[in-house]
């Protein structure tokens, strides 16, 4: 699994590995493909459960700035094409608010957890927000989402072998439905 890849890393660099934590965490967010949960799971194995928390938190949110930042530079070039349907309207959406608006709106974006934490960088990076009230709102939203897949990590390393099969059993049959269905209602 990719969490013992990175607890391999931490030890190869081990005076270094609360930096080398927080540069993965930046690495994911900004690739914005990957989940983060690996890298919380090494975290917690590695560093106990409060310094791995915290070191999963910081490279989060700095990554999302990083992330926010690459793409909002990318994406002045991208943009000549429009965003798919779904991501343009959220984009619209930020982009027409201001101030506190656009903050709750990062905010609950980062509460939700359907809501893929690169898509929030992309739509954010596209808006017309402010760096400072990104950063804002994405930190107030990562800390209770933060603490939920601590707890369900954490849960999740000390159940037994056979509910850990069982649980990744059943999160892989819901996402093939929920791909099948997916695709079915795109050729309607």
Known sequence: MMEHHVIQTFELFEPFAPFVSVLVGVV???LGVLPS????AANLVYF?????????????????VCAFLLYRKGLRYALRRPLPDRFARLQ?????????????T????????FVPSGIVNIV????GISILLFLTASTIGKI?????????????MQSSSIVQWSIAGVALV????????????SSI
Not at 50 to 58: D, N, Q, V
Not at 124 to 127: K, R
Not at 144 to 156: S, Y
Request: avoid cysteine; proline fraction near 3%; hydrophobic fraction near 55%.
């Open 37 to 40: 949960t690996f890298v919380t």
């Open 174 to 185: 819901s996402y093939l439905i929920y791909r099948i269905q997916q695709k079915r209602a």
């Open 106 to 113: 990062i905010i609950l974006l980062r509460l939700l957890p």
């Open 144 to 156: 209770p989402a933060m603490l939920i897949e601590v707890f369900a990590v954490h849960q999740f």
């Open 28 to 30: 994911v967010s900004v």
């Open 92 to 104: 619209q959406k930020l982009q027409a608010q201001r101030g506190r608006e656009a903050f709750l």
């Open 124 to 127: 954010s990076a596209a808006s």
């Open 48 to 64: 106990g459960l409060w310094m791995g928390t915290l070191l999963s938190f910081i490279g989060e949110v700095l990554g999302a």
